[in-house]
Each structure stands twice: as structure tokens, then as C-alpha cells.
């Protein structure tokens, strides 16, 4: 398994990058608009992106062999306070209608501040493992639930800062 530092300054040699984000890459693209790079990283931020050999590469450089080098992810659509309840509170019938009444029921029956936190943690932890940088989410916000919900968001938000950017929207 490759050894990628967290953070910090680093290079990452022999990377397939896609043209559509390197606007301007002074470099041949294959059929599927891939190329060979380098990129530099300078205090976890990519600070350079050239084409694969087209400079030295430094002898600490990791070669990733042609693996493909994407962004992370955006989720733009997400409801972190209602995840994770399926064990507990299953659709009965698979429909939307289905899963209003099991999450209302649900809510009602159990939505604490130390449950709603459990599960978005885990719901953000599930979504750092895969990649995920920044997560817009709806919040149930009736009442009493946003007096419990908005706080918890909050102090989840400031557990997560520089990990997963979290923004939050109203549904009520």
C-alpha cells in the first residue's frame, strides 16, 4: 500500500490526471483524455502539476505507477441527522412516504443530542474514508428537533474543520 503523507510537502511522480482538471497541461492526453504528471504538494496543498518527466523528479518523489489522481469529493445532498436508523426503524414499504413516517417515528421515539451526534459522526466517518472534502446537509427542523439538531451540527462542524467542510440547510 502507498505511504501518502496526511500532510506536509511531498511529490507525487507518474500520476494519470484527467484533462478536464488540467486546463492548460502542456501535455499529450490519451483516448480516454488522461496524461502522465507530476505534482508537487507544499503544506497539503498542490502547489504544481506538470507533465510526468518534463522536470527532475525529486528522489523522495512517490511514484503512484499511473494511478489515477482525482479531486475529492463533493456531496451536495445529504441528511446526516436521519442515517443510520434502518436497524432500528426500517421503510416498511420502500416508499418516500414509507420513510417519513419511519423517520418521524423514529425522531420521536429517539433523537437525543448524544444519538443524533452518534450517527453523524459516523455518517461523516463513512464519508472521509471515501473521499469526501466538503457535505451539504438538510437538518429536520420541527419542533423540538432544531433545538437539539443545530447545536449538535455545530459542534460536529467544529469537530470535522479541516477535514470535511459542513454546511447545513433547514427542512422542515
Request: charged residues 20%; hydrophobic residues 40%; glycine residues 6%.
Amino acid at each position: 500500500m502507498l505511504e501518502i503523507p496526511a500532510s506536509g510537502s511531498y511529490h507525487l511522480s507518474n500520476v494519470r490526471l484527467h484533462s478536464s482538471l488540467t486546463p492548460g497541461l502542456a501535455v499529450t492526453f490519451d483516448s480516454d483524455g488522461f496524461a502522465l504528471a507530476d505534482i508537487a504538494v507544499a503544506d497539503g496543498r498542490i502547489s504544481s502539476i506538470i507533465a510526468h518527466r518534463q522536470s527532475n523528479t525529486p528522489a523522495d518523489a512517490i511514484d503512484l505507477g499511473g494511478r489515477i489522481v482525482m479531486p475529492c469529493f463533493v456531496d451536495c445532498h445529504t441528511h446526516i441527522d436521519k442515517g443510520h436508523i434502518w436497524p432500528r426503524k426500517p421503510n416498511p414499504d420502500g416508499t418516500f412516504m414509507g420513510a417519513l413516517n419511519a423517520t418521524g417515528a423514529d425522531r420521536a421515539a429517539r433523537w437525543s443530542a448524544e444519538d443524533v451526534a452518534r450517527r453523524m459522526d459516523f455518517s461523516l466517518h463513512c464519508a472521509y474514508a471515501h473521499g469526501t472534502r466538503a457535505l451539504r446537509t438538510h437538518l429536520d427542523s420541527v419542533a423540538p428537533q432544531e433545538e437539539i439538531s443545530w447545536p449538535v451540527f455545530e459542534t460536529v462542524r467544529e469537530q470535522w474543520r479541516g477535514r470535511i467542510e459542513l454546511q447545513a440547510a433547514c427542512l422542515l
